[in-house]
């Protein structure tokens, strides 16, 4: 979510990162500023007429198990206005900015702008804009893990953009982002951020049982489980089932399977799966037209048109 990194397509090429030195006008001379570190850091960039970004993958701390699943450093510039348009996703990305705002419409609000925020769960697609210039750091984590680290109800900010200091104040401390900044790699940055996750982690509260064990069968199935059979299998009512999940979680079971479904098919979308009927099949949808009114709920547009975003992204 942040000028791009939530769903982006990257270049994908593996560099060895390299100390941030001062500004600079090109993004050639830009990565003159990239010394030898210990260890190589997937690193990817891309140049056009009117600006360029890069974007940088480090990897969760291993003691944070599945609450956290991935830690991406970016920055970006651009003369012209840049304006993306991110698909549902089962990740809850959190933005820890170094200064720049981007806007971000979701759920039917327009042009808010924000600097550090996280992005809670959410059935539908995003948009986000900027000009100018994005520095920062994105967190993705599992709702389950967002419910553990920030020690707040998934429910109580799903379908929202909500700033740092209301879910997260030790995250959305305006030192921590000073301090992130005036390091000098990416590698220091993800390292201090993993120590700080880990210590929320520690004092965070931990998932209803019940709850993760039904979100890892969702997950597992991509899907296409149905919800009916997993809580038959809790013995509990549907209602208190649906509740509990809701409240960590964010969303009802049906509606985060709804989300993990898409993603599925998504992938196989942008993969070159051309029978949408097949696919459509594979991924548990009813029908191929069934496929395609999930693409326009959950992006917004049709798998085609998806498909070939992603393509273009990529280039």
């Known amino acids: 979510m942040t000028a791009g990194s939530i769903s982006r397509a990257t270049s994908g090429t593996i560099g060895v990162e390299r100390p941030e030195g001062g500004a600079t006008g090109r993004h050639s001379a830009a990565y003159s500023n990239l010394v030898e570190a210990p260890t190589t850091l997937e690193v990817s960039r891309v140049e056009s007429a009117t600006g360029w970004w890069e974007m940088v993958r480090g990897s969760p701390d291993a003691r944070l198990g599945s609450r956290v699943v991935g830690l991406c450093g970016y920055r970006e510039r651009s003369q012209a206005v840049v304006e993306r348009h991110m698909a549902a996703t089962s990740k809850i990305p959190l933005i820890l900015s170094f ?16 600097e550090s925020f996280v992005a809670g769960f959410h059935p539908g697609p995003a948009t986000t804009r900027y000009q100018n210039a994005q520095h920062g750091l994105q967190v993705d984590l599992t709702p389950l893990g967002a419910y553990g680290i920030f020690g707040v109800p998934g429910s109580a900010f799903a379908g929202q953009i909500v700033s740092l200091d209301d879910v997260a104040p030790r995250l959305g401390d305006c030192h921590l982002q000073d301090r992130l900044a005036s390091l000098r790699t990416w590698r220091e940055r993800f390292a201090a951020v993993n120590e700080l996750l880990l210590s929320l982690a520690d004092t965070g509260p931990e998932p209803d049982p019940m709850v993760t064990w039904m979100w890892q069968q969702i997950e597992r199935s991509q899907g296409r489980i149905r919800i009916a059979d997993l809580v038959g299998e809790t013995g509990r009512s549907h209602r208190h089932v649906t509740s509990r999940f809701h409240t960590q979680v964010g969303l009802t079971p049906k509606a985060a399977a709804r989300v993990l479904r898409f993603e599925h098919a998504a992938q196989l979308v942008c993969s070159g799966s051309a029978n949408l009927a097949e696919l459509a099949t594979q991924c548990g949808y009813a029908d191929q037209s069934h496929l395609t009114r999930d693409f326009s709920r959950l992006a917004g547009c049709s798998p085609g048109a998806f498909a070939r975003a992603d393509t273009t992204a990529a280039t």
Not at 99 to 114: H, K, L, N, P, Q
């Open 99 to 114: 200064g720049d705002t981007i806007e971000v419409d979701m759920a039917g609000r327009v042009g808010d702008s924000f």
